[in-house]
């Protein structure tokens, strides 16, 4: 089969597309601006790309057109289609199908799905849970929304043949049972499909084990409020057959609201005290608890509560395909976490730059409260942010920026094609020279700002969805005192 994929650098579509190629099909694709590492990667595998969304691709004639939620019907301001070759493919009546959906067909279909949903950590999770179904034997196939250290790419078929695993039974129900297909872990994202699907991705993907990682309210753009999305949540569940399991956060009460208006497979808590599955200690060492029994023990170099909960639920969901919680525990005890998540970018006269992905408040305090623990009391933390995300740039959670910030020394904000004041939001921690927080209209400011107040000693955190203009190599080189920051 020959696929063209419409919105083929994204993480999610450029994961497919090394899926595709990897199951023998032809993959073509194009998006606007071409850009790396996607880009290499994707050429990398022999597939070709081309710039822009141009009628003209129409010839190319392939079997399907695949198109990514990048793709609207939106007009520019002379009227013109800003997709024109979607536009080509409805006059023509050319068959196309949305990313979700094809892959649901043509590469879930049969397998034993384990979907990673949540608001927060849901790549990291999906990374872990994929990491500990490797080193128990069963060489999964995974999608995930980043790059795991541990594999070096984002997504990989693995092992096709069907699995005859004996399955665990988290929520105390008899057994065994087996797991018929081969695994596949997946990052389950509740953003929209496509633009003529406005389904959350997860409905496609029909898991047979589903973890809930948390919810609260996002993607303010497509969703008016926190029952949207746990209307959405409450769909995916009414997919998990009977004999699936779903593993959900014991401590949200946006879970227990979305579990308690329908649930037909068995459930598995983690996070409470009174959770199936719980932690005993400090995140960086802690005891795997299953029904307040120890059955495991987590030592690793990640830092904070959300990733102690994370392993918590990758521990759960391999336990429903029969892998034991110690040799989860192992498997973790080697994870290497993913790309950008708190990933050290280097360090220039004792003072360290990290790159991480958060961008939601919620994200940004839980990033600074591990590196809090990590550090201690006595060392500065500088949090650097840009609100790039669609959520962020509409301004509907800039009051909550200074609870977030509040384990940062100094807070330093990016606010290019922001149409709200930081300044203003961010005035209960004191904005200005001198005070606690600063804002930059662009990313030379930002880092002469940062330059200027780092000292020896000191950890700066750089937290964006998006490549933030290159800010921590241009800011390593500052610190370093060479005046021509890298373009």
Request: aromatic letters at 6%; charged letters at 15%; proline letters at 5%.
């Amino acid at each position: 089969m020959h696929i063209h994929i419409l919105g083929i650098c994204g993480s999610f579509m450029g994961g497919l597309a090394a899926l595709a190629r990897a199951a023998g099909h032809r993959v073509t694709g194009c998006d606007s601006g071409v850009y790396p590492p996607m880009s290499d990667q994707l050429r990398a595998l022999g597939i070709d790309l081309i710039e822009g969304f141009g009628a003209d691709q129409l010839a190319l004639a392939p079997d399907v057109f695949v198109v990514g939620n990048v793709v609207s019907r939106a007009r520019l301001a002379d009227g013109t289609p800003k997709f024109p070759l979607m536009e080509a493919i409805l006059d023509a009546g050319a068959r196309y199908t949305s990313g979700p959906q094809w892959l649901s067909e043509q590469v879930l279909a049969g397998r034993h799905v384990l979907a990673v949903a949540g608001t927060h950590g849901k790549t990291t999770t999906t990374s872990m849970l994929a990491w500990i179904l490797e080193c128990a034997g069963l060489e999964p196939g995974f999608l995930v929304g980043g790059v795991p250290l541990n594999f070096g790419v984002s997504a990989r078929l693995g092992n096709m043949a069907p699995a005859l695993t004996p399955l665990g039974r988290p929520g105390g129900g008899p057994g065994p049972s087996f797991c018929v297909g081969a695994p596949f872990v997946i990052e389950a994202d509740e953003y929209d499909t496509a633009f003529f699907d406005k389904r959350s991705k997860f409905v496609h993907y029909r898991p047979r084990t589903a973890v809930l990682n948390n919810l609260e309210f996002d993607h303010a753009d497509i969703f008016d409020d926190l029952a949207a999305i746990e209307r959405q949540f409450q769909h995916l569940l009414r997919t998990v057959p009977t004999s699936g399991c779903v593993v959900v956060n014991g401590l949200e009460e946006s879970l227990a609201r979305v579990l308690n208006a329908g649930c037909w497979s068995e459930v598995a808590s983690f996070g409470g005290a009174v959770s199936d599955w719980s932690a005993r200690g400090e995140p960086g060492a802690f005891d795997v608890l299953r029904r307040g029994q120890a059955v495991a023990r987590v030592a690793w170099p990640l830092t904070g509560v959300h990733n102690q909960l994370n392993a918590l639920a990758a521990i759960a969901a391999a336990a429903h395909v029969g892998v034991a919680p110690e040799v989860s525990a192992q498997a973790l005890g080697r994870f290497e976490n993913v790309r950008r998540r708190m990933e050290r970018r280097g360090a220039v006269r004792g003072i360290t730059v990290y790159d991480d992905f958060a961008h939601h408040p919620t994200a940004i305090r839980t990033t600074l409260d591990g590196l809090r623990r990590s550090v201690g009391a006595g060392a500065r933390i500088l949090a650097v942010f840009e609100p790039r995300s669609n959520t962020m740039k509409l301004g509907t959670m800039k009051a909550q920026l200074p609870w977030a910030l509040e384990q940062a020394d100094l807070a330093f904000c990016h606010t290019a094609g922001l149409g709200w004041d930081a300044a203003q939001a961010l005035a209960p921690m004191g904005v200005g020279p001198g005070q606690r927080a600063q804002t930059a209209p662009d990313i030379d400011t930002l880092v002469a700002q940062i330059a200027q107040a780092a000292r020896p000693g000191d950890h700066v955190v750089c937290m964006s969805n998006g490549a933030f203009g290159g800010v921590h190599e241009r800011l390593l080189t500052a610190l370093a005192g060479n005046e021509l920051l890298i373009k």
